[in-house]
């Protein structure tokens, strides 16, 4: 089992830059299916994209990842199922089903599955692709869908959600008519979707706002992009710098798409000096509690930093209280850092923390992506050494975690332990 292992470092010093933003590259290389040729730049070198790219193949395209950029071959496309191993190995894979619906007029998946978030369910992709004349078969856990030509309508989502807009814009893009997407997600990654297509040919407008206009194309073909930065990368660098008391100039990033995480490392006292495409941070002495955090939709708090901030909580000046109103299940963080000697206590959507003035090394398991973030930032954090488990979660989101903190000064290494070791500490802690 390969673990980090991690020495408590003291402040994290020097420069970085942003890496591509995950949520980002993955419903771009699904939309690359309705062209020819595409290359995409910027891509991170992640678990997730590699799966992504094994479901191009699958469906027929070529796809690979060299040096940053994806070469994507669609003009080979030629199968509409995604098999359940490869949707079970990344929830997100949904977000194909909109492409291949609009390449083959058919697309067969399986549920993606619950994980540790919550159910995560995908009602609202299908009522979306109904809505263009879909029609949605459910036989047990696979799911059919069928359209001899999919037609512009209008779309309100009850509520908002990202891999639902990504989905209906990729299937629109190709309707015929005009569709209208009402309580559109507005993240930055959906007007980089936005952007992609329509280098494609497809005709969208409004994305960022939460109203997105489309009108069908008949026929879309490969494009160049750049992947904007990962937003949430950054969060998770800046917050590593604060928790530690460092000073981080970290490039290639968009402070536009932070504002809801920079104003709360301002309140907790960090100072910022803040760029175009870069964000110096500062953090003497201990943090300050900020208030209240509640996760919402972009441009509000977004919950995928809520475990990153949690890190950067532990140690500060008073207590600090999270809601997180996204996921049903977004604490299992919580127990591996009670056992570096974080105090919290969760109740249903609340954490409450109360800052301490140290914690301390363990072994700690991740139990998904920004929850394993939160162990490493609170790991670096933490006096003595930290093991942390899990990092086939931590793998799906960040490329080289240990090289870019060990760039920072941190102290961190990737190891392979024996399951029997891992599993004999663990059991020892339980009891
Ligand atoms: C995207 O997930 C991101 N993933 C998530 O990032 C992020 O946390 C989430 O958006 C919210 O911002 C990718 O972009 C690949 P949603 P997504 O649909 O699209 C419910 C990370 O760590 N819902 O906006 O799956 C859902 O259960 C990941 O990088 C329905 O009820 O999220 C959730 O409670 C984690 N029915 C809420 O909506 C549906 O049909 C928001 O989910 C779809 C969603």
Same mark, same amino acid.
């Given at each position: ?5 991690? $020495?408590?470092? @003291? ?18 290389? !699904? ?15 992640? $678990? ?25 071959? !669609? $003009? ?39 994980? &540790? ?10 009522? *979306? ?22 037609? @512009? ?12 807009? %990504? ?9 015929? @008519? ?50 904007? +930065? ?23 990033? &968009? ?41 919402? *939709?972009?441009?509000?708090? +977004?919950?995928?930093?809520? +475990?990153?901030?949690? !890190? ?5 000046? @008073? ?81 080289? +975690? ?17 399951? !029997? %070791? ?10």
């Amino acid at each position: 089992m390969k673990i980090l292992e991690v $020495s408590g470092c @003291g402040p994290l010093r020097g420069s970085t830059v942003t890496q591509g933003s995950k949520n980002s590259v993955l419903p771009i290389l !699904a939309a690359s299916m309705l062209g020819g040729g595409s290359e995409i730049s910027n891509c991170p070198s992640l $678990s997730d994209v590699e799966v992504s790219l094994r479901i191009l193949r699958h469906l027929g395209c070529t796809g690979a990842l060299k040096n940053g950029v994806v070469t994507v071959d !669609a $003009s080979g496309a030629n199968a509409v199922n995604i098999p359940d191993g490869l949707m079970r190995e990344m929830r997100s894979s949904v977000i194909f089903l909109g492409a291949v619906l609009a390449r083959h007029g058919e697309a067969e998946i399986c549920f993606p599955g619950g994980c &540790r978030l919550g159910p995560r369910p995908i009602d609202m992709h299908l009522d *979306a692709l109904e809505r263009l004349g879909a029609e949605i078969e459910v036989d047990g856990g696979r799911i059919s869908c069928r359209a001899a030509k999919l037609r @512009g309508a209008q779309i309100n989502f009850s509520s908002v959600s990202v891999g639902a807009t %990504e989905n209906a814009m990729i299937a629109a893009s190709m309707a015929e @008519g005009d569709t209208l997407i009402a309580n559109a997600a507005r993240e930055p990654e959906i007007v980089d979707l936005q952007d992609f297509l329509n280098k494609m040919g497809a005709c969208i407008s409004g994305a960022g706002s939460n109203v997105i206009h489309i009108k069908g194309v008949k026929e879309l073909h490969g494009a160049s992009h750049r992947v904007i +930065p990962d937003r949430i990368a950054a969060a998770t660098v800046l917050s590593a710098a604060a928790a530690s008391g460092g000073r981080v100039e970290l490039g290639r990033c &968009r402070p536009q798409d932070m504002e809801a995480v920079l104003a709360v490392l301002g309140e907790m006292g960090c100072r910022m000096e803040i760029g175009s495409d870069s964000i110096l941070l500062e953090s003497r002495g201990r943090l300050k509690a900020p208030k209240p955090i509640v996760t919402a *939709a972009h441009p509000g708090f +977004p919950t995928d930093a809520q +475990p990153l901030l949690m !890190a950067a909580c532990l140690t500060a000046e @008073g207590n600090s209280v999270f809601i997180e109103n996204i996921f049903e299940n977004r604490y299992a963080h919580v127990p591996e850092l009670r056992r570096m000697g974080a105090e919290i206590i969760t109740s249903g959507r609340a954490a409450a923390i109360i800052g301490t003035e140290r914690l301390a090394g363990a072994e700690v398991v991740a139990a998904d992506l920004r929850g394993g973030a939160a162990l490493l930032i609170a790991a670096m954090n933490a006096e003595g050494v930290s093991r942390i488990a899990g990092t086939e979660y931590i793998d799906r989101g960040y490329e080289t +975690p240990e090289a870019v903190f060990a760039e920072l000064g941190a102290q961190i290494k990737r190891k392979e332990v024996k399951d !029997a %070791e891992q599993q004999q500490k663990k059991q020892a802690q339980e009891e």
